[in-house]
């Protein structure tokens, strides 16, 4: 996977060295509570290891799950996922429904700063696919203003992705 710089940021792959702070920021209610049809806190380091394995898995020189770090010291702030996003269906595990997914966690010492939108920023740029999506929950006015800083047009609830009901947004507009 390409590693991504900006004035303030640096992106790179997750490292299984990693785990203490992935442990630490996934391990917090207020970070996960909005991941997933099923929010779950990490418990110990081998839970964080094996999210590290999968988020590396998820790298195929285009999509791919980066680390986001603070560039003057290389400190560690969140994860930036751009990944194929699966479909709702009535057979587990769910399948993959050809689209393309961003989404963002950061630790919460890293909100507030501009540091989620820089990075969503910097993965949109290298142009992989025509239409990027993101879904959120309804309540979560934290990530909504991430996709409206992005420029993403909001297309309102949808249940199609990961037997959920969300909020959609596409870096195209409604066709
Ligand atoms: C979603 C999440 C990543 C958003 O983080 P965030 O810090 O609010 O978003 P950004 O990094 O874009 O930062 C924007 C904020 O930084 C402020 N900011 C401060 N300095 C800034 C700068 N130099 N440049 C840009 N913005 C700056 C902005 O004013 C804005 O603050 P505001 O929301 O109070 O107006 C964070 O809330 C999170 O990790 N939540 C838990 C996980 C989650 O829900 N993920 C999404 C699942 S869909």
């Known amino acids: 996977m390409r590693e991504l710089t900006s004035d303030r940021l640096r992106l790179r792959e997750w490292r299984a060295d990693d785990a203490p702070f992935v442990l630490d920021m996934c391990s917090r209610w207020e970070v996960q509570r909005y991941i997933g049809a099923t929010p779950r806190m990490l418990t110990d380091l081998d839970d964080a290891r094996a999210t590290i394995a999968r988020w590396r898995g ?14 003057e010291d290389d400190a560690p702030l969140g994860t930036l996922l751009l ?9 587990l ?4 429904s050809g689209e393309t997914e961003i989404g963002w966690y ?11 939108t820089e990075a969503a920023d910097l993965v949109l740029r290298q142009g992989f696919f025509d239409e990027v999506i993101a879904v959120t929950y309804a309540q979560n006015a934290a ?6 800083r992005l420029g993403m047009h909001h297309l309102g ?11 959609l947004f596409s870096t195209t507009p409604p066709r």
Do not use: F, K
């Not at 595990?93 to 993959?96: E, I, M, T």
């Open 93 to 96: 595990p769910l399948q993959p």
């Open 143 to 148: 990530s909504r203003a991430v996709c409206t």
């Open 83 to 91: 990944i194929g996003i699966l479909a709702s269906g009535p057979d």
């Open 58 to 71: 998820h790298d195929d020189g285009a999509h791919g799950v980066w680390s986001v770090r603070r560039r």
């Open 157 to 167: 609830p949808t249940d199609r992705y990961y037997n959920m009901t969300c909020e």
């Open 106 to 116: 950061l630790h919460p010492d890293a909100w507030g700063r501009g540091y989620a």
